[in-house]
């Protein structure tokens, strides 16, 4: 394709996100070359040209926002795609904040002499190419071009089609900035189809594309998941517990417990199962169904915890794998920690666990033994976040085992590579 | 399934894999709670069951042996399913050497306070369940044993059908090491049907099984990655190249090129392509050329090498992505550093390249710019390799961008966790 315009797309969607995903490949190879100033001079750049377009920005949106109403989309989605002053000052301001992180590429760990004689390394690398798959939120297209280009990557940015006119404004000033800084311009392709093909295409081209982060919903992410020829960074769900011991500080347990779940409902890292340790039930169970009260939040529990909690309505199978995003939360006594563990592996997300106690080897243990992202220790689960962890920055939360794990800031979207530094070294 | 025994098949293999995965789940919850000490104590004990068993292992091999003559399979694959006397001592040692490796898991990096006073840093951990696909060798049932428990990990072994009774001896000597050291016995099990369903099943079990390592030809690799409905760590083919630049010290760049070719020729990090820079072809060229042919290696050259070395036969693009495992090598000569680059990002297959060069400009050139899993300068491509690395062991060299990238060791079979300590801190 030519080096002097991005595609267009025509009626073979296939050909066209073909066309992308070879300039992206020959984009992230020319990022390699690109040192850290002129990166933060094209987030810079990127973040004057949307200051500049403001009014603009703020029309394409109305457009889409009457577009939306006209098709019945919900206040909910309304509201997620509306682009206000306000987020487009966040949207300024997190392109300043990215360029201000430090750059993880080119960092090198662990050089040290073999006795062959080599040095050896590993060296923080992109990842190549990134395509992100998100829904209505207009400003996740500012978001992920700013950590992929921070981070080295080119990437393919293929947004909602109700977002389509705003997506389309903030591709704009995001070409004029890389245009400015002298970057290729392929470096941040905006899928420009509304096409729904186009996604089935962006997650089948290994040769293009490096790994795929879909944002959205549980069920577009598991879609993604299943028929992706790339590997995928996901975030499915967050069931969250915190676990009271009976060894712990009940003061703690009680602002912990409250916060987790009471902090915002509609977080993947709220709390949604509190398991309370038998010998500590009785007393705590009825300050902490006062504290929810205040703030209207519907308990469901077990038989032992009706026992002490008359009120309270019976927990059902389904609620212990349930991730309510809501005002509600799910409470099970438990004895110990072993039982604890066990009902957290049995029904849990792996996301997020927290134990409130102040026993040193229960500590030790629950760290150790929770198979989860994150694990906690008198903290509420409400901290598992890129910014609170100090990642600067945060694409998304990963539920994978595999390469990131948690919240995913730019040294996710990197990846090591072993160098080798000789003098004329062979191998006996 | 029972507790005290392992699962045996039956007609129904579906069920039978099940049955194996849910051991396995539920030894890595085990696993988790083992320390460094008893790991080691089962791989000693391992050790001196294999010692023990020598003879009984000899008889299964020779049987084994016996139905691949009778089968008629080829001396080569013969060779690699035979176990020597020397063979046992290897997996004798490697065991020893396993346990004398340090412990990945449990390790915490990076652990600092946050402004919210929390204090977050990352912790190692086992991936969990680590299903092995491998063919003829059966030294590869106790390496891959031996670096899953170490790591941690459990895992499920299945080896090819041709070693079936030599890999049942092996397995009965690492059930008896793991009972000795009171490990769970589902810590490793060895898939014991030889139906080819088993592979179907275990790479579909997401829910038992977290990670798969292939081992073998690269078609096996492909139709599990393909097929996979689990994370993949896997080794694709390996076209590696030396750049000789003009700025090279040309005894270095003689040494290196022989010895990338002519070290080993069926290793994945043996050099397939030489690029020359022109100004250095018609000098260096000859005294390559005497050099291979006294190793009798078959030289494949690009026009401007058929006008230095006249005798060599013409490549053909299918030569410049060959990966040959044989005394051939093709010669390109191009025109400085970015063409070398462009050739090996076009050509390559991102494992692993080394350039020869006295340019200290030109050598962070290579390693910034050059997207494979090792990146050399004025070193042969054959150190790519765990133990010349330092790794102390190797499952394998992933071409993978994703977590473990290049010689995986115990820690690419480990991931990381967040760990947050706190003192009752909630979130504002």
Known sequence: MSRHALATPGDDIGAYMEQL????RQASAAMRRIDTGRKNAALLAMARQIEAERPALIDANARDLERGRASGLDDALLDRLALTQGRIDAMVEGLKQVAALPDPVGEIDGLHSRPSGIQVGQMRVPLGVIGIIYESRPNVTVEAASLCLKSGNACILRGGSEARESNAAIAACIARGLAEAG????????????????VGYLISMPEYVDVIIPRGGKSLIERISREAKVPVIKHLDGVCHVYVDASADLGKALAIAVNAKTHRYGTCNTMETLLIDAPVAAGLLPKLAAAYAEHDVELRGCERTREVLPGVTAASEDDWYAEYLAPVLAVRIVNGVDEAIAHIERYGSHHTDAIVTESYTLSRRFLAEV??????????????????????????????KLHARGPVGLEGLTTR????????????
Chains 1, 2 share one sequence.
Do not use: C
């Open 417 to 428: 590579k072993y160098v080798v530094l000789g003098d004329g070294h062979v191998r006996d």
């Open 183 to 198: 970057l290729p311009e392929a470096a941040v392709q905006v899928v420009a189809t509304t096409d729904r093909e186009a």
């Open 371 to 400: 198979d989860s992202s994150s694990v906690m220790v008198n903290a509420s689960t409400r901290f598992a976040d890129g910014f609170e962890y100090g990642l600067g920055a945060e694409i998304g939360i990963s539920t994978n």
């Open 21 to 24: 995903g070879d300039a992206a």
